[in-house]
C-alpha cells in the first residue's frame, strides 16, 4: 500500500455513507487498471499518480467529481455529453450507477499518455 492510503481512508471515512460507497467503488477501479499507481491526498482530495498525474477524485455538493488532466475529458467528449463537465472535470450525478467501464477507459487513456510523457 502507498504511503498515502491512510489519508485517502480517512478521506473517504469521513463522507457520508452513500457517497463513501461510490468512492470506495471509484478507488477499486482505478487500482484494478493501475495496480502500480500510488495513491495519497493531493489538492486536499484522494488522487493516484502513475508516471505522472492520473486521476483525482472527490464528493462535492450533489455529485462526485472526477479530474483528469487535458485533453482526456475533450477526447472523450461523446461518451461524456450526458455529464457536466468542463476542461479537466467530470461531475457523476449522486443519484446514478457509478460508469465503471468509462472511468476504466479514461483512466487507461491518460496512463497511455502519461507512459508517452503526454
Do not use: C
Not at 46 to 63: E, S, T, V
Not at 87 to 102: F, G, N, V
Amino acid at each position: 500500500m502507498a504511503s498515502g492510503t491512510k489519508e485517502v481512508d480517512d478521506y473517504i471515512s469521513t463522507t457520508p455513507k452513500p457517497v463513501r460507497e461510490k468512492l470506495k467503488e471509484i478507488r477499486v477501479l482505478v487500482r484494478e487498471v493501475a495496480p502500480t499507481a500510488t495513491e495519497r491526498i493531493y489538492y486536499q482530495m484522494p488522487y493516484f499518480d502513475y508516471k505522472g498525474q492520473l486521476i483525482w477524485y472527490r464528493w462535492a455538493n450533489g455529485y462526485i467529481g472526477l479530474y483528469f488532466r487535458p485533453p482526456i475529458i475533450a477526447e472523450h467528449k461523446k461518451e461524456l455529453a450526458r455529464y457536466v463537465t468542463t476542461k479537466s472535470a467530470i461531475h457523476l450525478p449522486l443519484d446514478e450507477k457509478i460508469p465503471a467501464a468509462l472511468i476504466k477507459k479514461l483512466v487507461r487513456a491518460r496512463m497511455r499518455k502519461n507512459e508517452k510523457g503526454d
